[in-house]
């Protein structure tokens, strides 16, 4: 059973993880659309992803994640597990910052340029890394 759980989790966190890269580049080329057609596709894309795709997957891997540990709770006293929780804490603040940002397009009150969301978009490739390592080195 524990095998089936920790699937089903890392599939989730793929598909979150597609969802996260994704939806910030939506962003960039959104900042950068000027026809009204354009834009209203965007939004469209934007609120597709973040309610269709986004927000299941990121349920589906914290809730898988949680399930791993009420099986393996020894987990809970490990550092590494504990500073991948806490990037983990940080992933789903920038998820509902993502929300916001969602929310500031579809208001068309977008206020930042394309450069600054091709930045922002980099900040979960850090995160990914890092719990990679955290969950397969177990660096301490």
């Known amino acids: ?82 500073v991948k929780l806490a990037l983990v804490a940080l992933l789903v603040g920038y998820h509902l910052y993502c929300g916001r940002l969602l929310r500031q397009f579809a208001d068309d009150q977008n206020t930042r340029s394309h450069k600054w969301y091709r930045v922002f978009n980099e900040i979960p490739v850090l995160v990914l890394v890092a719990v990679v390592i955290l969950a397969v080195v177990k660096p301490f």
């Open 1 to 82: 059973m524990y095998l089936w759980i920790k699937a089903f989790h890392i599939v989730a966190i793929v598909t979150w993880f597609a969802a996260i890269f994704y939806l910030p580049r939506l962003f960039v080329y959104h900042a950068m659309a000027e026809d009204r057609t354009g834009i209203e596709r965007f939004k469209t894309m934007e609120r597709k992803l973040y309610r269709g795709i986004m927000n299941p997957s990121a349920i589906a891997a914290i809730g898988f994640g949680i399930w791993l540990l009420v099986l393996v709770p020894e987990l809970l006293h490990q550092w590494w597990m504990l």
